[in-house]
Protein backbone atom coordinates (compact mmCIF):
# COMPACT_ATOMS: atom_id res chain seq x y z
CA UNK A 1 0.00 0.00 0.00
CA UNK A 2 1.26 3.16 -1.06
CA UNK A 3 1.96 5.88 1.91
CA UNK A 4 3.11 9.41 2.23
CA UNK A 5 3.34 10.90 5.79
CA UNK A 6 4.01 14.31 6.55
CA UNK A 7 5.62 15.54 9.86
CA UNK A 8 7.61 18.85 10.90
CA UNK A 9 4.64 21.20 10.58
CA UNK A 10 4.33 24.12 14.03
CA UNK A 11 3.90 27.39 15.34
CA UNK A 12 6.72 29.35 13.93
CA UNK A 13 7.11 33.51 13.87
CA UNK A 14 7.45 35.13 10.94
CA UNK A 15 10.71 35.24 9.72
CA UNK A 16 11.54 31.92 10.87
CA UNK A 17 12.49 28.56 9.18
CA UNK A 18 11.17 25.04 9.42
CA UNK A 19 12.08 21.74 7.89
CA UNK A 20 9.25 19.57 6.60
CA UNK A 21 9.46 15.91 6.00
CA UNK A 22 7.50 13.07 3.78
CA UNK A 23 8.39 9.45 4.93
CA UNK A 24 7.25 7.06 1.68
CA UNK A 25 6.46 3.48 1.53
CA UNK A 26 4.50 1.07 -0.76
CA UNK A 27 6.54 1.87 -3.81
CA UNK A 28 9.72 2.39 -4.88
CA UNK A 29 10.86 6.01 -4.69
CA UNK A 30 13.52 6.30 -7.26
CA UNK A 31 10.77 5.65 -9.73
CA UNK A 32 8.74 8.69 -9.52
CA UNK A 33 9.16 12.48 -9.25
CA UNK A 34 7.12 14.15 -5.90
CA UNK A 35 5.85 17.19 -5.24
CA UNK A 36 4.75 19.53 -2.57
CA UNK A 37 1.59 20.71 -2.46
CA UNK A 38 -0.67 23.66 0.34
CA UNK A 39 -3.66 24.94 1.04
CA UNK A 40 -4.47 27.92 2.97
CA UNK A 41 -7.30 27.53 5.32
CA UNK A 42 -10.56 27.38 4.12
CA UNK A 43 -8.81 28.13 0.42
CA UNK A 44 -7.83 26.09 -2.47
CA UNK A 45 -4.70 24.09 -3.49
CA UNK A 46 -1.47 25.74 -4.72
CA UNK A 47 1.53 23.59 -5.93
CA UNK A 48 4.73 24.52 -4.78
CA UNK A 49 7.35 23.06 -5.77
CA UNK A 50 8.24 18.98 -7.52
CA UNK A 51 11.89 16.91 -7.82
CA UNK A 52 12.34 14.57 -9.99
CA UNK A 53 13.53 11.15 -8.99
CA UNK A 54 17.10 11.51 -9.81
CA UNK A 55 17.02 15.39 -8.35
CA UNK A 56 17.86 16.74 -11.71
CA UNK A 57 15.32 18.53 -12.41
CA UNK A 58 13.40 21.10 -9.87
CA UNK A 59 10.67 23.50 -10.05
CA UNK A 60 9.35 26.19 -7.57
CA UNK A 61 6.04 27.97 -7.57
CA UNK A 62 7.10 31.58 -8.52
CA UNK A 63 5.61 33.16 -5.33
CA UNK A 64 8.31 31.17 -2.96
CA UNK A 65 11.04 33.76 -4.40
CA UNK A 66 13.37 31.51 -3.69
CA UNK A 67 12.75 30.75 0.12
CA UNK A 68 11.92 27.42 -0.36
CA UNK A 69 14.47 24.24 -1.61
CA UNK A 70 13.24 20.75 -1.79
CA UNK A 71 15.46 17.87 -1.34
CA UNK A 72 14.89 14.47 -1.59
CA UNK A 73 17.09 11.12 -0.39
CA UNK A 74 16.59 8.10 -1.98
CA UNK A 75 17.98 6.01 0.20
CA UNK A 76 16.20 6.81 2.90
CA UNK A 77 12.80 6.96 1.17
CA UNK A 78 12.33 10.79 2.31
CA UNK A 79 11.26 14.00 0.68
CA UNK A 80 12.09 17.35 2.47
CA UNK A 81 10.82 21.11 2.08
CA UNK A 82 13.08 23.57 3.98
CA UNK A 83 11.23 26.71 4.08
CA UNK A 84 12.99 29.80 5.43
CA UNK A 85 12.23 33.59 5.73
CA UNK A 86 7.96 32.19 6.42
CA UNK A 87 5.66 34.67 6.45
CA UNK A 88 1.83 34.56 7.49
CA UNK A 89 1.17 33.88 3.74
CA UNK A 90 2.43 30.64 4.10
CA UNK A 91 0.39 29.69 6.51
CA UNK A 92 -1.45 26.59 5.27
CA UNK A 93 -1.62 22.43 5.46
CA UNK A 94 1.26 21.01 3.57
CA UNK A 95 0.60 17.94 1.38
CA UNK A 96 3.14 15.62 -0.18
CA UNK A 97 2.17 13.76 -3.41
CA UNK A 98 3.73 11.41 -5.66
CA UNK A 99 3.50 12.38 -9.42
CA UNK A 100 1.75 10.72 -12.16
CA UNK A 101 2.64 9.35 -14.48
CA UNK A 102 6.05 8.59 -13.54
CA UNK A 103 7.76 10.26 -16.84
CA UNK A 104 6.87 13.89 -16.26
CA UNK A 105 8.47 15.50 -13.10
CA UNK A 106 5.21 17.89 -13.12
CA UNK A 107 2.22 15.96 -13.46
CA UNK A 108 -1.22 14.88 -11.84
CA UNK A 109 -0.93 14.09 -8.52
CA UNK A 110 -1.47 10.33 -7.31
CA UNK A 111 -1.40 9.47 -3.56
CA UNK A 112 -1.32 12.19 -1.18
CA UNK A 113 0.05 12.06 2.54
CA UNK A 114 -2.99 13.30 5.17
CA UNK A 115 -0.50 17.08 5.51
CA UNK A 116 0.59 18.83 8.24
CA UNK A 117 -0.11 22.45 8.94
CA UNK A 118 2.19 25.18 8.68
CA UNK A 119 1.28 28.20 11.24
CA UNK A 120 3.40 31.77 10.98
CA UNK A 121 2.15 33.84 13.72
CA UNK A 122 3.95 36.56 15.94
CA UNK B 1 0.76 31.10 -15.94
CA UNK B 2 -2.82 29.45 -17.16
CA UNK B 3 -5.78 30.26 -15.16
CA UNK B 4 -8.31 27.59 -14.64
CA UNK B 5 -11.70 29.09 -13.65
CA UNK B 6 -14.01 26.21 -12.66
CA UNK B 7 -18.31 26.40 -12.67
CA UNK B 8 -20.74 27.12 -11.10
CA UNK B 9 -19.00 28.38 -7.69
CA UNK B 10 -21.70 25.46 -6.07
CA UNK B 11 -23.57 23.31 -7.32
CA UNK B 12 -27.02 22.14 -5.06
CA UNK B 13 -27.92 18.45 -6.22
CA UNK B 14 -29.67 15.87 -5.02
CA UNK B 15 -28.42 12.24 -4.01
CA UNK B 16 -29.06 10.31 -7.76
CA UNK B 17 -28.89 13.53 -9.43
CA UNK B 18 -26.49 14.09 -12.70
CA UNK B 19 -23.57 16.63 -11.71
CA UNK B 20 -21.89 18.37 -14.34
CA UNK B 21 -18.82 20.41 -13.88
CA UNK B 22 -16.47 22.79 -16.04
CA UNK B 23 -13.24 23.96 -15.92
CA UNK B 24 -12.09 26.51 -18.70
CA UNK B 25 -8.28 27.31 -18.91
CA UNK B 26 -6.97 30.79 -20.38
CA UNK B 27 -5.08 29.12 -22.64
CA UNK B 28 -4.86 25.78 -24.66
CA UNK B 29 -3.84 23.31 -22.04
CA UNK B 30 -0.24 21.30 -23.53
CA UNK B 31 -1.69 17.20 -24.19
CA UNK B 32 -4.91 17.54 -22.55
CA UNK B 33 -2.97 17.24 -19.17
CA UNK B 34 -6.00 18.08 -16.97
CA UNK B 35 -7.14 16.53 -13.65
CA UNK B 36 -9.70 16.19 -11.36
CA UNK B 37 -9.69 15.99 -7.84
CA UNK B 38 -12.12 15.32 -5.10
CA UNK B 39 -11.44 16.71 -1.42
CA UNK B 40 -13.96 16.30 1.65
CA UNK B 41 -13.35 18.26 4.65
CA UNK B 42 -10.21 17.18 6.88
CA UNK B 43 -9.04 14.56 3.77
CA UNK B 44 -6.40 15.33 1.42
CA UNK B 45 -7.49 15.81 -2.40
CA UNK B 46 -8.29 12.17 -4.01
CA UNK B 47 -7.29 11.99 -7.70
CA UNK B 48 -10.36 11.05 -10.05
CA UNK B 49 -9.37 11.76 -13.57
CA UNK B 50 -6.40 12.61 -15.35
CA UNK B 51 -5.54 13.36 -19.00
CA UNK B 52 -8.64 14.58 -19.19
CA UNK B 53 -10.52 11.50 -19.81
CA UNK B 54 -8.60 8.56 -17.99
CA UNK B 55 -9.99 7.45 -14.67
CA UNK B 56 -7.68 6.92 -11.93
CA UNK B 57 -7.23 3.22 -9.98
CA UNK B 58 -10.55 2.31 -8.05
CA UNK B 59 -12.81 5.42 -8.94
CA UNK B 60 -16.11 4.51 -9.87
CA UNK B 61 -17.36 4.68 -13.27
CA UNK B 62 -19.95 6.88 -12.49
CA UNK B 63 -17.08 9.64 -12.61
CA UNK B 64 -16.39 10.57 -16.07
CA UNK B 65 -14.05 13.43 -17.93
CA UNK B 66 -14.12 14.82 -21.34
CA UNK B 67 -12.76 17.66 -23.27
CA UNK B 68 -9.95 19.69 -24.80
CA UNK B 69 -7.96 22.90 -25.48
CA UNK B 70 -9.54 24.88 -23.35
CA UNK B 71 -12.88 23.35 -22.50
CA UNK B 72 -13.23 20.30 -19.74
CA UNK B 73 -16.07 18.71 -17.58
CA UNK B 74 -16.35 16.08 -15.09
CA UNK B 75 -19.92 14.84 -14.80
CA UNK B 76 -20.80 12.06 -12.11
CA UNK B 77 -23.42 10.22 -13.77
CA UNK B 78 -25.89 9.90 -10.37
CA UNK B 79 -24.76 11.46 -7.51
CA UNK B 80 -24.43 9.13 -4.49
CA UNK B 81 -24.33 10.69 -0.68
CA UNK B 82 -20.26 10.34 -0.61
CA UNK B 83 -19.85 12.20 -3.46
CA UNK B 84 -20.74 15.43 -2.18
CA UNK B 85 -17.30 17.43 -1.57
CA UNK B 86 -15.13 20.03 -3.48
CA UNK B 87 -13.90 18.90 -6.71
CA UNK B 88 -10.66 20.60 -8.04
CA UNK B 89 -9.05 20.65 -11.83
CA UNK B 90 -5.80 21.11 -12.66
CA UNK B 91 -3.20 21.53 -15.44
CA UNK B 92 -0.11 20.11 -15.71
CA UNK B 93 0.85 20.77 -19.24
CA UNK B 94 2.56 23.89 -18.88
CA UNK B 95 4.90 25.13 -15.60
CA UNK B 96 3.62 25.90 -13.42
CA UNK B 97 0.88 23.83 -12.75
CA UNK B 98 -2.37 25.05 -11.61
CA UNK B 99 -5.83 24.39 -10.05
CA UNK B 100 -8.92 26.03 -10.46
CA UNK B 101 -10.65 27.54 -7.25
CA UNK B 102 -12.96 24.76 -7.00
CA UNK B 103 -16.91 23.64 -6.74
CA UNK B 104 -18.44 22.86 -4.11
CA UNK B 105 -21.02 19.87 -4.93
CA UNK B 106 -23.65 19.94 -1.78
CA UNK B 107 -26.86 18.61 -0.90
CA UNK B 108 -29.69 20.22 -2.09
Known amino acids: ?122 | EIVLTQSPGTLSLSPGDRATLSCRASQSVSSNYLAWYQQKPGQAPRLLISGATSRATGIPDRFSGSGSGTDFTLTISRLEPEDFAVYYCQQYGSSPSTFGPGTKVDIK
Open chain 1, 1 to 122: EVQLVESGGGLVKPGGSLRLSCAASGFTLTGYSLSWVRQAPGKGLEWVSSISSSTRYIFYADSLQGRFTISRDNAKNSLYLQMNSLRAEDTAVYYCARVFPQQLVQGAFDYWGQGTLVTVSS
